[in-house]
């Protein structure tokens, strides 16, 4: 095998790709294969042709002995900042600010360089340049949408993704380059390709020629021998050259009682993860049979070992054009299949054996099902060819089965000239036409989620000869997904429809029985849901072939008037005017949508402010290009000293109980796991705590009684990572829950048992007015159900909002590297939020003074709070582990681990009661907030002021409020990004709604009429008076939505809705008030002996640009001394990495206002050198004149003056200012399958004179991203002890590039100087994430829509005023439009006639 850079051999065969090699680049942070951070490009070479071929592959999954013979490429290998010069790729991705913490970026440039070298290694088939050709520069046929799709299975939590599409645009050969975004090549109007950084053909992928001369000299050795097994890290390799080879193999002993793994492209490992140890595996892909290909008349034969992107290749060839459209639609279908890079390896026989033997969600399995399709397997010395149907029901094969290939039949119509296959294999001398169409519901519209259903349906139709209605001669109904054993044909239903005119009265009964049909087992979630897509499905196949239903031809949408595999979100359902003439439903079109762009528009609008030179240029990230090229350190990626073990967290499962004792897994022996470190281990004067606020410590581990489900236990120890998580994993706790009463895994039950943590007075903010008088004043009122305004009682039956938690999912998960050093001293290398509070902690555990603890962090690989307390017990627990061992510790979690310890966003219920009058003006509320805070108190205690200042954002009158802090035995809940502010600045928009729905008004309009006054501010928000210029709330809400495009939208919109069935489409507009609180931090600025600056701060550099703030900063505080030279100034200065000996008080990074108190300590620190350094200058400029910025320094230090200053930063009164913004979105919703797409989005932000306008709008797009991920995609899901189960990528999805609003435009508004404030800035981590509340907002409009068409009523006190829960995932927003809305549409149908 080979690599670049590395061609070091693997050091395991069990080791993934990325683990092998020594370089940074690809992270292996999940083993999942569902985030793309570790891709890598995979080069093969053919000595045959002598052609080079290129995939894009997930390195977590790939096994290095895989790798034989082939050359991996990772992004150092495309180049470094420090050997040979970046590539385009990694200096585009850079200069379009897409990197921020910079952990996915490597990933990210991965796809996207394998995307162009697949598109290049398709220019080069084609011979010679064509006129048609893209310009130098760019890549040989790349399109945009391909350059955009190249990164759909990248998940990246920071960004948004916008810049990263457009850096991946700009290399596309149809992109006007002036459609792309704010970036740091050129500014807008003067784009040209020749500013990009050049992209030369060929510099992508060069396949090593010793490597080739090795290949070619082994081809033919390989054809006279079997080589023996290869044998590395103590697991052996074997790879069969024949059917019989294999059997021979695992025939043997050796086979029967070893943990053997049998693989293709070993995907089935991110699918199911494994706490195995294989050490031996089996390898199919050299078996012949399983690769080869057979085109044949009637159908095609694939080798189960093909690739599914190999697959889809063979197909759309076969279907020539789309001829074929069974085979051009089932390959749609199959580019919806996981990502690109996961599809590259994972193989279609892998594939059909996880649907057959274990119960896999299968898509592959369903398409292939209806296309009639057979499989060849060979069972020990039988072999036997069957139908995919007959093989999915068989009893779950063993691994002494082998799947050989798969058979998918051509299908023509009956009666026509070619044999093809009819399905009872008769010829029938009517003429049919052939209907194939395939669907998918899942939360992205471009793969990387499993289904909730999926469906493909086959059926002959034909012309009635007596009447004009159309007779399914044949028909099959495949669906899967949905919670079975595995894909069914609905032979009831095809039944019922075959032979028969197909009519409303038909297709309603077969909608029926079809839901009777398609029921999920038990225990599967949005059962209901499924079965009711199955009738959609079914639905939007048959309907537009429904007598009495067809339409004149406007838009043909042919043999597919729904798109292939469209997520459920098809461009045209029924709603679409069908031509279904048998001609033409013969003439075939692929439905296939992948020249559709995922973003269609994008504007960024920013105001540079040039008073403080270079403050405020939109300057590229610090270090962006060594995110892109790998080379920038994390703390995983910090070489393992000498002996270092890793340990592995073991967590409760058992929400409230004894822990009696904890065992390793005796079977477990070979993994060498030196034990387990527990409470037990901690030495004599320290203490069992694991984390420090404000409000008290808690414990590292839960001993002896656990708290919680997910709570630390302990931590194994093992010689490597895989073995230590593996251990952790099968650990066997032994609890006891006696004597001790229920746990309380509920606010409700909290509420019953008084179990709360008491908030201190002076953190809650004021009541405004008095309640009962507003109430009185009001012309109508809402109250609560439960009725307990003001008192807690047992009577909370009915809460307003509930809202659960969100996870944080930063890319890199919680890691530490703890190293003793001599004299009783630990450093700690920790990916935290808050250094100074870890040394606080870690010496207190290990009862040592802090100054024997040493904490450093460099980066962090994204925060969100997730890293602040929640990084402590990690870095504890390392630290303690260490110091036990005598011995360097890593702890990297695994993602499913960090997911169920770390806790995440606090749930939350709330109720509500309101006055209004009649024009919309509330006059009074009271709120009664429940703050599920889990077991210990974290920062809890602060979310009921931090959701009660943004709930203030409106006017409300009289304000009253009772908030709980509930004590109960979940995960601890902790800060994450707009803690507590995010909630309640959604729940005012709630109230807002409620009172608009009572008055059948416009939500818009009530909400314009509570909006402040300057007046009402100041009575609203004492602490942070503003007077009239600085409150532009206003004057951004007129920008917004007293446009033009406001008012034109909102009248495409009604058109919209009145001319669709089946979708509907909504316009919301939200604004925010968002109070910020500055924190004293320091800042320390040297300036060294070559006159290079080195500059320390408290705040950590986590992706939101803190450390290229404070390099302007610094530049513009010394350039004082030289003000025509502060730009050069800022080449020479390097931001440091945090050190909790070097820069104490360093504080937490929390709060969006680290940036610009770091900045303002480092401009005081700045000051100081300046008044120490003026002298000096001054005396040398009257020697000599001009004076360099060298001399300078130079004399200064002959002199003896001190070129290092400290300053602490401490905010007083006026550290706490308020935020304004403001966002429409418009939404549209499917209703057949509840998919939302996110149509448009216009933010304006009020970012005072940002200190850099790339960073903040980098900034407020990622954080409206993370907020769209929290209001519509993703679910928090906890099993009935309180335990996360939705762990992982599987089952817990962040937004992708392809569910962020297709016109995305932000605007930063430039409100102008501010005393009060550092440099007139303002922050911009946090407030944008409220911005997303408007994409829920529209979606309830959108929903409204649907509610008032009759087939979508639903029953209920108000068809306009409803609860949409938080997420509005798929099945929340169907359930709300009538899970039986086609049942209904049918039977009005009828009736009407
Ligand atoms: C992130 C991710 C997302 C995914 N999303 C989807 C999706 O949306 N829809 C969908 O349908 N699938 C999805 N998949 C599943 C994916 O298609 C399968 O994992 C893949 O096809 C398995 O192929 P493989 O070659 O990697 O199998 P391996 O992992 O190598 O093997 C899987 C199992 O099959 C056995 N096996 C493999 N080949 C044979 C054979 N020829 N004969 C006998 N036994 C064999 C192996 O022993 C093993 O037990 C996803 C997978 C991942 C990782
Ligand atoms: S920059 Fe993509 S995850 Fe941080």
Redesign the pocket.
């Known amino acids: 095998m080979a690599a670049s850079p590395s061609t070091a051999p693997a050091p395991s065969s069990s080791a993934s790709a990325a683990a092998a090699f020594a370089v940074n680049g690809e992270r292996v942070e999940l083993r999942?294969?569902?985030c793309g951070a570790c891709v890598v490009l995979l080069s093969a070479y053919d000595a045959a042709s002598g052609a080079v071929s290129h995939a894009a592959v997930?390195s977590c999954?790939t096994l290095v002995h895989g790798l034989h013979h082939r050359a991996v490429t990772t992004t150092e290998g495309l180049g470094r900042a420090g050997a040979g010069g970046l590539h385009a790729v990694h200096e585009r991705l850079a200069g379009f600010h897409a990197s921020q913490c910079g952990f996915c970026t490597p990933g990210v440039c991965m796809s996207l360089a394998a995307a162009l070298a697949a598109a290049e290694a398709k220019a080069k088939a084609q011979a010679g340049r064509r006129p048609d050709d893209p310009p130098e520069g760019f890549a040989a046929r790349l399109t945009a949408a391909e350059a955009e799709r190249a990164v759909a299975g990248n998940l990246c939590r920071c960004t948004g993704y916008r810049p990263i599409a457009d850096a991946c645009k700009s290399f596309a050969a149809d992109v006007d380059l002036e459609d792309l975004g704010l970036n740091s090549f050129w500014r807008k109007g003067d784009a040209h390709a020749s500013k990009l950084p050049r992209y030369d053909e060929g510099s992508i992928g060069v396949f090593p020629e010793f490597l080739k001369a090795e290949i070619k000299a082994s081809s033919w050795v390989d054809d006279l021998y079997t080589p023996p097994a290869l044998v590395g890290g103590g697991s052996t390799w074997h790879r069969p050259r024949s059917v019989e080879e294999y059997y021979k193999l695992v025939g043997s002993e050796l086979f029967g009682e070893s943990r053997t793994?049998?693989?293709?492209?070993?995907?089935?490992?991110?699918?199911y993860r494994e706490t195995e140890v294989h050490d031996r595996y089996i390898d199919?892909r050299c078996i012949p049979e399983?690769n080869s290909v057979s085109k044949e008349a009637n159908g095609v034969q694939i080798g189960?070992?093909v690739?599914?992107s190999q697959a889809i290749e063979i197909l759309r060839v076969e279907a020539g054009g789309c001829h074929d459209v069974i085979f051009c639609k089932i390959a749609d279908h199959m580019e919806?299949?996981?990502?690109l890079f996961?599809?590259n390896?994972?193989?279609?026989?892998?594939?059909l054996?996880?649907?057959q033997?274990d119960q896999?969600?299968?898509?592959?399995?369903t398409i292939l099902l209806a296309a009639g399709s057979s499989i060849c397997i060979q069972a020990s010395s039988r072999r036997l060819t069957v139908t995919l149907e007959d093989f999915l029901q068989m009893p779950p094969?063993d691994?002494k089965?082998?799947?050989?290939s798969i058979y998918i039949p051509r299908w023509t119509p009956i009666g026509s000239l070619s044999g093809g296959k009819t399905m009872d294999g008769t010829v029938s001398k009517i003429g049919t036409s052939v209907l194939f169409e395939t669907y998918r519901a899942?939360p992205r519209p471009l793969?990387?989620?499993?289904?909730y259903l999926n469906s493909a349906f086959l059926a002959q139709v034909s012309s009635d000869e007596t009447s004009s209605s159309l007779i399914l001669r044949e028909l099959c109904l495949a669906f899967g997904a949905y919670g079975s054993q595995h894909a069914i044909r609905a032979r009831n239903v095809e039944k019922l429809l075959v032979g028969k005119p197909i009519t409303a009265s038909v297709l309603l009964e077969a909608c029926r029985l079809v839901k009777e049909t398609i029921v999920p087992k038990e225990g599967t979630r949005h059962a209901a849901y499924r079965s009711s897509l199955a009738v959609a499905f079914l639905f939007t196949f048959l309907y537009p072939v429904t007598e009495g239903t067809l339409k004149p031809v406007k838009a043909v949408h042919l043999n597919g008037y729904v798109t292939s595999g469209t997520n459920g979100n098809p461009n045209c359902g029924p709603d679409a005017h069908v031509d279904v003439s048998l001609k033409k439903i013969n003439d075939v079109n692929s439905g296939s949508c992948t020249n559709d762009r995922i973003l269609e528009y994008s504007n960024q609008i920013i105001e540079i402010n040039k008073d403080y030179l270079p403050v405020g240029i939109p300057a590229k990230k610090v270090g962006a290009e060594l995110q892109a090229s790998g080379e920038a350190v994390f703390v995983d990626d910090i070489p393992s000293p000498k002996d270092c073990v890793y340990g592995a967290s073991i967590y409760s499962t058992k929400p409230l109980a004894h822990v009696k004792s904890i065992e390793l897994d005796l079977s477990l022996k070979q993994l060498k796991t030196p034990g387990v470190v527990t409470v037990k281990d901690i030495p004599e004067g320290g203490s069992n705590v694991g984390a420090n606020t404000i409000f008290g410590p808690e414990p590292l581990f839960g001993d002896p009684i656990t708290q919680c489900a997910g709570e630390p236990l302990g931590v194994v120890i093992a010689e490597t990572q895989r073995f230590a998580n593996i251990a952790a994993k099968r650990a066997v706790i032994d609890y006891s829950t006696e004597n001790l009463d229920a746990p309380i895994l509920s606010i409700e039950e909290s509420v019953k048992r008084c179990s709360y943590f008491e908030t201190p007075p002076f953190l809650l903010p004021q009541k405004i007015g008095d309640f009962s008088k507003g109430m009185a004043e009001a012309d109508q009122k809402i109250y609560s159900e439960g009725c307990f305004v003001r008192q807690f009682d047992l009577r909370i039956n009915y809460f307003n909002v509930k809202l659960n938690s969100q996870y944080y999912f930063y890319m890199e998960t919680q890691a530490a590297l703890a190293i003793p050093d001599e004299d009783n001293c630990m450093v700690v290398y920790s990916s935290s939020q808050c250094p100074e509070t870890a040394q606080n902690v870690i010496a207190k555990c290990l009862g040592l003074p802090c100054h024997n603890v040493r904490v450093i962090t460099r980066r962090v690989g994204g925060g969100f709070g997730g890293k602040a307390v929640r990084s402590l017990p990690v870095a504890t627990a390392c630290a303690l582990a260490a110091f036990k061992l005598c011995r360097p510790v890593r702890m990297y979690l695994d993602r499913k681990t960090d997911m169920i310890v770390t806790g995440g966003r606090h749930p939350m219920k709330i109720c509500y009661s309101v006055g209004f009058k009649a024009d919309g003006k509330i006059t009074a509320l009271h709120i009664d907030l429940f703050i599920n805070a889990g077991m210990t108190k974290d920062v809890s205690l602060i979310i009921p002021h931090n959701f009660i200042e943004a709930l203030k954002k409106y006017n409300w009158g009289a304000f009253s409020y009772e908030a709980k802090v509930c004590k109960t035995n979940i995960s601890t809940k902790s800060a994450m990004r707009g803690p507590g502010e995010v909630q309640g600045s959604y729940v005012a928009e709630a109230i807002i709604e409620h009172v608009a729905s009572t008055l059948s008004a416009d939500a818009n309009l009530v909400r314009h009429r509570n909006l402040h006054t300057v007046e009402s501010l100041a009575l609203f928000h004492s602490e942070c008076s503003e007077d009239a210029t600085g409150y532009t709330l206003h004057s951004i809400c007129d920008q917004v939505t007293a446009s033009e495009n406001y008012q034109h939208q909102l009248e495409t919109i009604q058109s919209f809705n009145k001319n669709n069935k089946w979708k509907k489409r909504g316009l919301s507009f939200v604004p925010i008030v968002h109070k910020v609180l500055s924190r004293p931090t320091p800042g320390k600025v040297s300036i060294l002996n070559d006159g290079s600056i080195a500059v320390e701060v408290g705040g950590i550099e986590l992706g939101q640009g803190l450390w290229t703030k404070v390099k302007q900063m610094a530049a513009f505080g010394l350039g004082q001394l030289c003000p025509d030279r502060s730009q050069e100034l800022l080449e020479r200065i390097r931001v440091i990495q945090a050190d909790t000996l070097s820069n104490v008080q360093g504080g937490w990074t929390a709060g969006s206002t680290t940036s610009e108190s770091s900045c303002e300590a480092v401009r005081l620190a700045c000051n100081v050198l300046v008044d120490r350094l003026k002298p000096v200058k001054e005396q040398f400029q009257e020697k000599q004149g001009n004076v360099s910025w060298d001399e300078l320094i130079s004399k200064a230090i002959m002199i003896g003056v001190d070129l290092s200053a400290r300053e602490y930063y401490v905010p007083g009164p006026f550290g706490s200012y308020l935020n304004y913004g403001a966002a429409t979105s418009e939404v549209e919703i499917d209703l057949l399958t509840g998919a939302s797409t996110i149509v448009r989005s216009d933010l304006i932000y009020d970012c005072g004179q940002s200190l850099n306008p790339a960073v903040d709008l980098g900034q407020v797009e990622g954080a409206f991203v993370q907020g769209i991920g929290y209001f519509m995609n993703e679910e928090y899901v906890t099993n009935s002890d309180g335990l996360l189960i939705s762990d992982g990528?599987?089952t817990y999805k962040i937004p992708t590039v392809d569910t962020i609003p297709k016109q995305f435009n932000v605007k930063l508004l430039n409100s102008g100087f501010h005393k009060k404030r550092v440099l007139s800035s303002k922050a911009s981590g946090e407030p944008p994430l409220l911005l997303a509340a408007s994409v829920h907002c529209a979606t309830r409009e959108a929903i409204r829509a649907a509610r008032n068409e009759p087939h979508c009523s639903v029953f209920g006190p108000s068809p306009s005023h409803f609860d949409l829960e938080v997420p509005a995932v798929m099945p929340v927003v169907k359930e709300l439009c009538g899970l039986d809305s086609v049942e209904r549409y049918l039977e009005n149908l009828l009736t009407s006639e």
Do not use: P, Q, Y
């Open positions: 999942e294969g569902g997930s999954l793994k049998v693989v293709v492209g070993n995907t089935a490992s991110g699918v199919l399983l189960a070992a690739s599914i919806k299949v996981a990502s996961v599809r390896t994972a193989s279609l026989g892998g594939n054996i996880m649907a033997r896999f969600a299968s898509d592959i399995a094969c691994h089965t082998l799947l050989l899942a793969g990387n989620a499993v289904a990528t599987w």
